[in-house]
């Protein structure tokens, strides 16, 4: 019996050493986890448990600068005009490794190109409603005082409107707290229990270091595309008033609250209805979220035009290749810099900005 424990410890550590640790992207992980990383790395994961949202962007990843945005939001001499951008994994750019190859970085390159002293913000964090987007703006975006926001919402609060479950408003019937923090778990346990066997399997089942939430999601986009339930305004409550909100706010604070409509059609290559499902399953799923993204639209245009907020019809946008899209609504490096052009363009015809040559 000695014998055989000693021998899968042996195996245990040449896994995790010889193996494991080879790889980067596992060793770094860990490290982060066991609070032994002291520098930023690209292998870890850009978002972490927050207190006061389901979770923030991460200071010690490659992907987030040291204001805690991925681009923008650091103190300028010259203080320029600031446009600060509001959103999902779509503003944050996930669809591109390299933050100069987002839509905000490449906004304000368009802006810059045309001699407008602008300097945009990409405070967009991957899978928030507009709920998350609100708590952020008001605990954080909000003290950098912009003087224009986009507000990039609605894609992901599909998620709670699909929700198998009773609606309610504060969207707990879709996500609710967890119960624990997997790193702080997994430290405790890897530092209890110093064997090689465990740790091993400690590694496989925590996967530590690749992001924690403060929640726990009762159905996954799977389970929503092809759920029962209905696609109806009273299902919405919870999007009219955050977004409402976000508006209220700015003006309140003399900002200019522009709205960008979301762009998702789940017909395109590689979107999650043709990744899931196949035939009856995937017309279904189809049809589901894209009267679900055609709703949320619906509302945040009526909500913007009373408040006499502009609205940027990003809904209609095309890329000059399909190829651009990644999937249903994520953009790659060149689809990015096209949709720069295209907001740019509306807000150089619809807004006044300072020139470069007005310092």
């Given amino acids: 019996f000695l014998y055989i424990i000693v021998f899968f410890e042996l195996l245990s550590w040449a896994t995790i050493k010889l193996i494991l640790f080879r790889d980067d992207t596992v060793k770094d992980r860990v490290e982060y986890a066991l609070g032994d990383l002291k520098k930023n790395s690209k ?41 600060m951008c509001l959103g999902g994994s779509t503003t944050f750019g996930s669809g591109v490794q390299d933050s100069t190859d987002t839509y905000p970085f490449q906004l304000e390159l368009f802006m810059k190109e045309n001699r407008f002293d602008v300097h945009v913000i990409n405070a967009g964090i991957p899978y928030y409603t507009s709920l998350d987007v609100l708590n952020r703006y008001i605990t954080k975006g909000i003290y950098l005082k912009p003087d224009m926001i986009l507000i990039h919402t609605g894609g992901n609060d599909t998620g709670p409107l699909n929700s198998p479950n009773d609606y309610l408003p504060d969207y707990t019937h879709w996500r609710d707290n967890a119960v624990y923090n997997k790193d702080e778990v997994f430290k405790s346990l890897w530092n209890n229990y110093p064997s090689s066997t465990i740790r091993l399997f400690l590694i496989f089942y925590f996967k530590p270091g690749t992001g924690t939430r403060n929640s726990q999601q009762s159905s996954l986009p799977i389970d929503e595309l092809v759920s029962m339930s209905p696609v109806t305004r009273n299902r919405t409550i919870g999007l009219q008033n955050y977004f409402s909100s976000i508006i209220s706010i700015s003006k309140h604070n003399d900002i200019q609250p ?11 290559n590689n979107s999650q209805a043709r990744r899931y499902f196949e035939d009856e399953k995937m017309d279904f799923a189809i049809r589901k979220k894209n009267k679900s993204i055609k709703l949320h639209n619906s509302i945040m245009d009526s909500i913007s035009n009373a408040n006499n907020v502009n609205v940027i019809p990003f809904h209609k946008f095309e890329p000059s290749s399909k190829a651009y899209w990644t999937d249903q609504c994520h953009l790659g490096k060149n689809g990015n810099k096209e949709k720069a052009a295209f907001i740019g363009k509306y807000l150089i015809n619809n807004f006044e900005f300072p020139t470069l040559f007005d310092r």
């Fill in 258 to 268: 522009v709205t960008i409509l979301f762009n998702n059609d789940q017909n395109r």
């Fill in 43 to 83: 292998h870890v994961s850009y978002i972490t448990a927050d207190l006061r949202t389901d979770y923030r962007l991460n200071k010690f990843s490659t992907k987030v600068n040291n204001s805690g945005f991925r681009h923008g939001g650091y103190n300028t001499k010259d203080k320029p005009y600031k446009i």
